[in-house]
């Protein structure tokens, strides 16, 4: 589990956990700087003192493998692993270069110095004036909040309502720079993975310049560039859609910070002040808790907090309550104030003190308390009318939009740069829709000929459209469905879990999903001209066909997950739409079975013994026009590319396979696939950069039965390149089974009498005096 989301809606309780979730963001953004500046020490020991070359190499190379980046939610994208990942392999790949043990020039100072300074100064630099500001602010307003409910009833009615004023607007500016501080705290959290390590990556490139050697080691690592230069693009699309959707949720928190209750939270919570009565003549004090309260049950908790100290300053009690009233002026010297009692003690009541009246009513209404006015229910039924929204349906006339604005983009718009990236004019926009929805305008409407709507406003309208439905595409009820494959599993399973689940949809949604899909890989075969790769669009698509029911920051978190979703269906949508999936099919992937840097498992169903042809997809690596068969360019920009690491884990290799190039993607039969494949080596790879080293200084390695092993997918049986019974392997990844046929181990284990299984993906091997199913690419043979 990484960072936990900071939701803005906390910041208007400003609870403990809050506070805790902030300060372990805090520190992880104090680690990364002191990374930042040990980084930027080693590279300018580098450049200053060449004699020590080796020495400041090795020293570099080591911060680089032991750092790893924190994240925000539950999972990270294959995109933001490789990234991860990609200061392991640059750790190896120095150490490589130490080897040739040359005195080389370096000029890493405008590649790595500047941008990593720059980066800690304005960005990491500006967290922590935001902090200062923060604190500040926060001791601002608990002392004047502190000696505003210390004032004495008994004051001039003008005086109570002027400080009220100044407390209400105090709280109001520290609420509002609470929320930014959040903002920023998140965005750089999403921030520093490529901005700390594409400088890192400019640097290695720099290297290859300068090094004879280094250049012959940089043709065995231009694959694993090229394929870590399309995961820091698409994680850095992906952090601009998802900066924009946080963006416009803390907008509309701040326009509307009545809507900030979460769903399936607490009826109510938030700070009261609570006496405590002392003996005479000490009188009582008040003490600061945070209170939670669920109606059904109707448990009350408090927490002792204290803002200055940093958290809980006792244990939480918890009690049952039996009845709430409100404290009349005249009864108490304190306002706001209102009494409760617990089912444990009767007849001795605890008084509270809440931050205002409108909050006392708040309290009221929710403990179900005398003389309580209904604002609590109202407020209620105000958010829900809000979120009723959306006048398009998937109707008759809903279908007719679509198919009349996919058919004038692909008519006339299909090769425009940036097609569905660039907007149109909101006004023209909403005039079309009012048109289109219309069934009297709907048919009169030409988008295919006439000039007075752009490209752009189509398909704006129709994102809009999509956007308006009452609800997602593909249903709140599949979200968190969708979601989980897209977090772990290998590429095959991912796919048979998108299939499986785009046929539970509902069939007007199903149709409609296959219309758009159908359309969006129709853009993408076009991407040479429009720029729009199969990544772009589930960047585009992906807050589009599918949203979470509700709006929280931990939501816009897997907006990431949502684009892979969205990239599965486009390049796989023959498969998807056109064949029915599995009936039996798995149950839901385990996040928690591998470990973090093993590779992805196959699925493996029990008693299913029917070959499954492999998943092979996205390879899309831009190739030279006038000769498909060759290795992709070296100047090829980034932004043409198509993700390869959202759907497959396997890096881009030398060898080419045969097949026929269309736009950016490689089309091959089942046959060419086998040939292609049966050269490949398993996926063991405890490091590519070696492998390839191998490669290169024998390139009849590629035949060495102990590596290899692909299933043959013409004739449905398993086949290795030659036989490997009875031969030996030894564990480079630890493995926990899944089902009792299966084997558990650690690192180095050592297994006896192994075998090709027939089922795709596993071997079958003795450990321990026990026999049982091994994953392949566990495993390395001896």
Not at 251 to 259: C, F, M, S
Not at 554 to 582: G, S
Request: aromatic share 8%; glycine share 4%.
């Amino acid at each position: 589990m990484g960072l936990q989301p900071l939701e803005f809606s906390d910041c208007y309780l400003d609870s403990p956990w809050f506070r805790e979730r902030v300060r372990a963001h805090e520190a992880e953004l104090e680690k990364t700087n002191k990374f930042i500046k040990e980084l930027l020490k080693d590279g300018k020991n580098l450049i200053a003192a060449t004699k020590n070359l080796s020495a400041a190499q090795r020293k570099f190379a080591h911060s680089l493998r032991d750092f790893k980046f924190e994240f925000i939610g539950d999972a990270e994208t294959d995109d933001e692993r490789y990234i991860d990942a990609s200061l392991h392999e640059f750790s190896n790949f120095l150490k490589n270069l130490e080897e040739q043990r040359e005195i080389l020039a370096l000029s890493v100072t405008e590649t790595l110095i500047k941008p990593l300074e720059r980066f800690r100064k304005e960005q990491l630099g500006a967290v922590k004036e935001e902090k200062k500001k923060f604190d500040k602010e926060t001791e601002k307003n608990y002392s004047l909040l502190e000696k505003h409910l210390n004032l004495s009833a008994k004051k001039k009615e003008l005086q109570l309502q002027e400080a009220d004023n100044q407390v209400e607007q105090n709280r109001k500016h520290f609420y509002e720079l609470s929320l930014e501080y959040v903002c920023k705290l998140q965005e750089i959290q999403e921030r520093k993975k490529f901005e700390c390590v594409e400088p890192v990556l400019s640097f290695f490139q720099g290297l290859f310049t300068f090094y004879h050697q280094g250049y012959e080691l940089a043709k065995d690592f231009s694959h694993y560039k090229m394929a870590l230069q399309i995961n820091i693009q698409n994680t850095r699309n992906r952090f601009e859609g998802t900066r924009s959707e946080v963006e416009e949720l803390m907008n509309k928190i701040k326009r509307n910070p009545q809507e900030h209750k979460r769903a399936d939270h607490f009826t109510m919570e938030g700070y009261l002040y609570v006496q405590e009565k002392r003996p005479a003549p000490f009188g009582s004090s008040w003490v600061k808790h945070y209170c939670t309260y669920r109606k059904e049950t109707k448990k009350f908790t408090m927490i002792p907090f204290e803002h200055r100290s940093g958290g809980k300053v006792g244990d939480e009690e918890l009690f049952i309550l039996t009845y709430c009233t409100k404290r009349n002026a005249d009864t108490i010297d304190r306002r706001f104030c209102f009494d409760l009692e617990a089912s444990d003690r009767p007849g001795v009541p605890v008084t509270m003190q809440a931050f205002s009246e409108e909050d006392r009513k708040l309290w009221m209404e929710a403990l179900d308390g005398k003389e309580a006015v209904r604002v609590f229910s109202l407020y209620l039924s105000v958010v829900a009318n809000a979120k009723r929204e959306g006048s398009a349906q998937l109707d008759k006339i809903g279908f007719t939009i679509i198919k009349k604005c996919i058919s004038a983009v692909e008519t006339r718009g299909i090769n425009d740069q940036g097609l569905y990236r660039v907007v149109g004019v909101s006004s023209k926009v909403q005039r079309l829709l009012s048109l289109l929805m219309d069934a009297k305008t709907c048919n009169e409407v030409d988008l295919e000929n006439s000039v007075d709507w752009e490209v752009k406003t189509i398909t704006s309208a129709m994102k809009q459209y999509l956007r308006s439905l009452p609800e997602p595409l593909m249903t709140y009820e599949l979200h968190g469905e969708f979601i989980v494959p897209a977090k772990s599993g290998s590429p095959e399973s991912r796919v048979n879990a998108v299939h499986f689940l785009v046929h539970k949809l509902p069939e007007k949604n199903k149709e409609m999903l296959e219309i758009l899909v159908k359309h969006l890989a129709n853009v993408s075969k076009h991407a040479k001209r429009n720029l729009m790769t199969v990544a772009n669009l589930g960047v585009v698509f992906g807050p589009t066909l599918m949203r979470p029911q509700e709006e929280t920051v931990a939501a816009i978190m897997d907006l990431k997950f949502q684009n892979i979703v969205v990239e599965i269906l486009i390049e796989n949508h023959e498969k998807i739409f056109k064949t029915l999936p599995d009936a039996t099919f798995p149950e839901p992937i385990s996040m928690s079975v591998s470990p973090p840097n093993a590779p992805p498992r196959q699925s493996r169903r029990q008693g299913q013994r029917i070959k499954r042809p492999l998943a092979v997809y996205n390879l899309c690596l831009e190739l030279d026009d006038a000769d498909s068969h060759s290795s992709p360019r070296e100047d090829t920009p980034t932004g043409s590319m198509d993700s390869l690491s959202s759907q497959s884990p396997t890096p881009a290799f030398s060898s080419s396979p045969p097949g026929l190039l269309d736009g950016n993607h490689l089309i091959m039969d089942s046959g060419d696939l086998a040939g292609w494949t049966a050269n490949l080596p398993s996926q063991s790879r405890p490091s590519m950069v070696s492998w390839m080293n191998t490669l290169s200084a024998n390139p009849a390695a590629t035949n060495t039965p102990s590596a290899f092993f692909f299933p043959n997918p013409a004739t449905g049986s398993d086949k290795a390149v030659e036989s490997v019974a009875h031969r030996k392997a030894r564990a480079v990844y630890p493995c926990e089974a899944e089902h009792s046929s299966e084997l558990s181990f650690q690192i180095g284990a050592i297994f006896e009498d192994v075998q090709f299984s027939r089922e795709p993906g596993w071997l079958e091997g003795t450990l321990n005096g026990k026999r049982g199913l091994i994953p392949q690419n566990y495993v390395q043979f001896l």
